[in-house]
C-alpha cells in the first residue's frame, strides 16, 4: 500500500520505545511536574495510568496517519481522481519520511510527532483549500482536532518551522496543478480504514481515547536538541 513506508517507520519507533521506555517516560515526568506545580494529591499507580492512557491515545493517533493516507488514495482511485490526489499524498510522504525533521526521528515517538503534525496539517489545508474552489472539502474528515492535539507540542522556532514547511509543499506547482485537477469532484472522498473493519477514520481515531486526554500533557520538545 501507498504508506507502508510511514507505516513501518511508525512500528518501528513503538518498538524502540517498547525497549527504552523514553517517550513514556517524559510523559510520566511530565504529569509529575504538573502535579507537584498544582499541589495535586495522586499516588504513584494513578499518574503511571495516566502516563499509559495517554500514550494509547498517541499511538492511536499516530497510526492513523498511514491509515488516512491509504484511505484517501483508495477513495481517490474509486472517484477516478487519483491522478490528482497521488502527488498530494506523495508529498505527504515524502516530509513525514525527510530524515531532517525538526525534531529527529532519532528521538522516536516524539520524533515521528512532528512528522504527524506536518502530514495532518498539509491533507488538512488541501482540503480545504479543495472547498474554496469546489464548494466541498476534499475529504469527509475533519483532522483538525488531532492537529489542534499535537501543536502545542513545538513552539518558538519548531513550530514556525514546521508551519513554513506546509506552506512551502502547499506552494509547489504540483500540488496547485493536483488541486486544479479536483475541480470535478462533485462530492467529498469517504475515507475509511482498511485494518478498522472499514470503519470510518474519524471513528476509529476516537475510538477509546478522547482528544482531551491528549492535551492533558505537554510534552516540552523545546528540551530536546
Given at each position: 500500500?501507498?504508506?507502508?513506508?510511514?507505516?513501518?517507520?511508525?512500528?518501528?519507533?513503538?518498538?524502540?520505545?517498547?525497549?527504552?521506555?523514553?517517550?513514556?517516560?517524559?510523559?510520566?515526568?511530565?504529569?509529575?511536574?504538573?502535579?507537584?506545580?498544582?499541589?495535586?494529591?495522586?499516588?504513584?499507580?494513578?499518574?503511571?495510568?495516566?502516563?499509559?492512557?495517554?500514550?494509547?491515545?498517541?499511538?492511536?493517533?499516530?497510526?492513523?496517519?498511514p491509515e488516512v493516507i491509504d484511505a484517501l488514495a483508495e477513495a481517490?482511485?474509486?472517484?477516478?481522481?487519483?491522478?490528482?490526489?497521488?502527488?498530494?499524498?506523495?508529498?505527504?510522504?515524502?516530509?513525514?519520511?525527510?530524515?531532517?525533521?525538526?525534531?529527529?526521528?532519532?528521538?522516536?515517538?516524539?520524533?515521528?510527532?512532528?512528522?504527524?503534525?506536518?502530514?495532518?496539517?498539509?491533507?488538512?489545508?488541501?482540503?480545504?483549500?479543495?472547498?474554496?474552489?469546489?464548494?466541498?472539502?476534499?475529504?469527509?474528515?475533519?483532522?483538525?482536532?488531532?492537529?489542534?492535539?499535537?501543536?502545542?507540542?513545538?513552539?518558538?522556532?519548531?513550530?514556525?518551522?514546521?508551519?513554513?514547511?506546509?506552506?512551502?509543499?502547499?506552494?509547489?506547482?504540483?500540488?496547485?496543478?493536483?488541486?486544479?485537477?479536483?475541480?470535478?469532484?462533485?462530492?467529498?472522498?469517504?475515507?475509511?480504514?482498511?485494518?478498522?473493519?472499514?470503519?470510518?477514520?474519524?471513528?476509529?481515531?476516537?475510538?477509546?481515547?478522547?482528544?482531551?486526554?491528549?492535551?492533558?500533557?505537554?510534552?516540552?520538545?523545546?528540551?530536546?536538541?
Amino acid at each position: 500500500m501507498l504508506a507502508d513506508s510511514i507505516r513501518a517507520q511508525i512500528q518501528d519507533a513503538w518498538n524502540e520505545e517498547r525497549r527504552r521506555d523514553t517517550f513514556a517516560a517524559l510523559i510520566r515526568s511530565q504529569l509529575a511536574r504538573r502535579a507537584e506545580a498544582s499541589g495535586e494529591s495522586s499516588s504513584p499507580q494513578d499518574r503511571e495510568q495516566s502516563a499509559q492512557s495517554i500514550l494509547e491515545a498517541w499511538r492511536v493517533q499516530l497510526d492513523q496517519v498511514p491509515e488516512v493516507i491509504d484511505a484517501l488514495a483508495e477513495a481517490a482511485t474509486d472517484a477516478r481522481v487519483a491522478s490528482a490526489v497521488t502527488p498530494i499524498l506523495q508529498a505527504v510522504q515524502e516530509y513525514f519520511l525527510d530524515p531532517d525533521d525538526v525534531v529527529p526521528d532519532s528521538h522516536g515517538i516524539l520524533g515521528l510527532l512532528d512528522d504527524m503534525y506536518l502530514a495532518l496539517s498539509l491533507l488538512q489545508s488541501v482540503s480545504e483549500q479543495c472547498r474554496e474552489l469546489t464548494g466541498h472539502a476534499l475529504i469527509d474528515v475533519d483532522l483538525t482536532p488531532s492537529i489542534q492535539a499535537v501543536r502545542p507540542l513545538f513552539q518558538g522556532k519548531r513550530i514556525t518551522a514546521l508551519d513554513a514547511r506546509i506552506h512551502a509543499a502547499l506552494s509547489r506547482p504540483v500540488m496547485l496543478s493536483s488541486l486544479q485537477g479536483l475541480r470535478s469532484l462533485d462530492q467529498p472522498l469517504a475515507v475509511k480504514s482498511r485494518e478498522s473493519g472499514r470503519r470510518h477514520i474519524a471513528d476509529t481515531m476516537q475510538t477509546h481515547i478522547s482528544i482531551d486526554n491528549l492535551r492533558r500533557t505537554s510534552i516540552d520538545a523545546a528540551r530536546v536538541r
